[in-house]
């Protein structure tokens, strides 16, 4: 069975402080997706990767940076939190399959507030 | 980019009934298109999917429709169950450029027993 293990369920910081949100898969695959979920916005994507130390930027970079410095891990960082980074993060990971179409495995996510 | 769009936001129906949740996409080089199930508390889930060279999938009690023309396609659930009642998201993805899902804003199924 894929696992998708995500380092907390729950965090609550303040703004301006620095967030690591950390994502470990077990199934040796290629990319890692890194999602934020709201309400009525479904999940949009913030960055993903296709390789280790390769990153590329989703829909909403903004604010966030990444970092995957082994293949089972992929980090994501809020240099800065801001109250309008409330949300659930949800990270994922695929592996290659010959013409498109990977599925993602989700980790459990986690909820973060920033107060 | 791709744009996903999906509806209804809520839907409510009778233990037994059909449901059935609706997307339409914008980049017709969009041709893979997967649908996931979120239950409480758990990320998404695949539950099925379906690819542009074929017009219809089922496995058991879902099936997924594609209709490339109009760019829209569809999930129907037939003698829903409570355990059904979660929040489905629609996606779609291309093999070339880039190969990242966009999802649709998500349909939360409430199957009343």
């Known amino acids: 069975d894929v696992k998708v293990t995500q380092s907390s369920r729950y965090l609550v910081k303040r703004t301006g402080e620095k967030v690591f949100l950390e994502c470990v898969q077990d199934?040796?695959?290629?990319?890692m997706f890194w999602y934020r979920q709201d309400p009525g916005l479904g999940l949009r994507l913030i960055y993903f990767?296709?390789?280790?130390?390769?990153?590329e930027k989703g829909d909403i970079p903004e604010g966030y940076s990444v970092s995957r410095e082994k293949k089972e891990r992929f980090s994501l960082i809020l240099e800065s939190a801001s109250t309008n980074q409330t949300s659930m993060y949800l990270c994922?990971?695929?592996?290659?399959?010959?013409?498109?179409?990977?599925?993602?495995?989700f980790g459990p996510g986690t909820r973060l507030l920033v107060l | 980019g791709e744009n996903v769009e999906q509806h209804p936001s809520t839907l409510s129906v009778q233990e037994g009934d059909s449901a059935v949740i609706k997307c339409t996409y914008s980049?017709?080089?969009?041709?893979?298109f997967p649908w996931y199930k979120q239950e409480l508390g758990k990320g998404p889930q695949l539950i099925i999917d379906?690819?542009?060279?074929?017009g219809e999938k089922k496995d058991q009690r879902i099936a997924v429709t594609l209709n490339k023309t109009a760019k829209h396609f569809s999930l129907h659930i037939t003698e829903t169950q409570p355990e059904d009642s979660a929040v489905y998201f629609c996606?779609?993805?291309?093999?070339?450029?880039?190969?990242?899902?966009?999802f649709g804003s998500g349909t939360r199924l409430q199957v009343q027993p």
């Open positions: 990767s296709y390789d280790v130390k390769m990153k």
């Open positions: 199934m040796d695959h290629e990319n």
């Open positions: 980049d017709s080089a969009s041709n893979y």
């Open positions: 994922a990971s695929s592996t290659w399959t010959s013409g498109g179409g990977e599925t993602q495995y």
């Open positions: 379906i690819r542009s060279n074929v």
């Open positions: 996606a779609a993805s291309k093999d070339t450029g880039r190969r990242a899902l966009t």
